[in-house]
């Protein structure tokens, strides 16, 4: 089973995979940031990194859990931007 989630934050866009036998991954703007490998059995964290648009780099933390359904938290230096909003 594979599960997808996606978001666009200020021109970049996420996507996060979690897949049950083949484990998690953070793409940026098309590219591999981080990976799990395996089985996750109740949660995981992914990072990455973005620039914006002064050069810096922002930090990406993904959080991915749940008991029955697999939820996703992905946070931009610390601030929640999935799956509360798109900017």
């Known amino acids: ?3 997808v989630f996606e978001t666009t934050y200020r021109g970049h866009h996420i996507i996060v ?4 036998f083949n484990g998690e991954k953070l793409f940026v703007d098309g590219k591999l940031q981080d990976q ?3 089985f996750a059995f109740d949660r995981a964290t992914l990072r990455g990194v973005i620039t914006n648009n002064e050069g810096a780099h922002q930090n990406i933390k993904v959080s991915l859990g749940g008991a029955i359904t697999v939820e996703c938290r992905i946070f931009i ?9 798109e900017v």
């Open 77 to 85: 230096d610390n601030e929640l931007i999935y799956p509360d909003h």
């Open 36 to 38: 799990n490998l395996g």
């Open 17 to 20: 995979e979690n897949t049950w």
């Open 1 to 3: 089973m594979k599960k």
